[in-house]
């Protein structure tokens, strides 16, 4: 019984150890000014603005902001429409990050919001490591599939959209 564990820490080991190193790479490239924590600047999100939440300090959830409410696609293939608080919920994130410029200016895309709201209560086949939300976010930017399927390569998508380095900045959320 004690081995499944020991692989599964293991597993969690290695995506750690790959995650620092990615980040890493992304900072080098000047494809992130500042990983999400890593800002103490607030910022207000906006219609159309990509936000995130930690899970579990090792994967990343993504979003599109739109009336102070998300659109996901949750974990069961569903798009959905969510409060904050719901977003975070049974994850381990406690504050949304909102992706900004270095100059601490909110990144949105009107366009995408209005897709991603055509797109609820839509069943897509989900898959962890393929079609996830992340891609779901790149692909409401474009309105075409993307080879998106990590929060790194959501990041350089972003940066090269936007074509700015990305800071993840604490979202500001009404209550």
């Not at 790959?18 to 490239?29: D, E, F, G, M, P």
């Not at 739109?66 to 293939?77: A, V």
């Not at 049974?90 to 504050?95: A, D, L, P, Q």
């Not at 090269?160 to 993840?168: L, S, T």
Request: hydrophobic content about 40%; proline content about 4%.
């Amino acid at each position: 019984m004690p081995a499944p564990l020991i692989w599964l820490g293991a597993a969690c080991l290695g995506l750690y150890a790959s995650n620092k190193a990615n980040v890493a790479y992304l900072k080098h490239h000047d494809i992130v000014d500042a990983m999400p924590g890593e800002s103490d600047q607030k910022s207000i999100p906006v219609n159309g603005s990509i936000v995130t939440c930690g899970i579990y300090g090792v994967l990343d959830h993504t979003g599109i902001w739109y009336e102070n409410t998300i659109y996901e696609l949750s974990g069961k293939g569903l798009v959905r429409c969510v409060s904050p608080e719901r977003f975070l919920g049974n994850r381990s994130g406690t504050h949304i990050y909102v992706a900004c410029k270095p100059n601490n200016k909110v990144l949105a895309n009107c366009l995408a919001a209005n897709r991603a709201r055509k797109q609820l209560f839509t069943l897509l086949d989900y898959h962890l490591f393929d079609q996830n939300c992340h891609r779901f976010v790149a692909e409401m930017l474009v309105n075409h599939e993307v080879a998106v399927t990590s929060f790194s390569d959501l990041n350089t998508f972003l940066s090269e959209f936007f074509d700015v380095p990305i800071k993840w900045n604490r979202a500001l959320v009404k209550k």
